[in-house]
């Protein structure tokens, strides 16, 4: 912030020598105070909030956010539940898949009758608990739901060395690499 707390003094002051060594003192904690409030206004909104604020939204909602999730995956968690009395339909539910995966491609979802099957493809695994969670909430319950979970597969691994392979672990060799 480019506040001066001489511009606060009247012009009379302004002109007074005691007042300006005065006020050039207490510039530097007065600048940090604007920049914590600034920052402590971020954290009131979701889609500006860091780590405190997010962690703040998933207290609120009763989320526990596990595996290590990235602070725009448990952001994309908070928009989830929060959007869950919103009505919806086919499309909607496709639409809030994607928000919560953060691209169409994350995963596959086909509607069969009254079986609804959602298919995770490998990297949107961390997403599984949040999925099952909004899946558990909006889907109606006449309707069966099965969460499928892809792992990387031999073919798609092929095209790497085993140099390249050797920078992950088992898990994530299995879990992550696409």
Known sequence: ???????????????????????????????????????I???????????TGILRWEQLLGIVSGEALSLEDRRQIILARIGWWMPYNWFAFLKFLTALTGDRNGFAATLTGFQLEIILKPGWRGLRAAVWELVRQIVPANIAVQLVLVYSRHWELSAMTHRELGRYTHRRIRDEVR
């Open 1 to 39: 912030m480019d506040r001066q707390m001489m511009e606060y003094l009247p012009p009379v002051l302004q002109r007074c020598q005691d007042f300006a060594c005065l006020m050039g003192a207490y510039q530097g904690k007065f600048s940090d105070i604007w920049r914590s409030l600034w920052e």
């Open 41 to 51: 206004e971020d954290e009131l909104y979701l889609k500006t909030a860091g780590e």
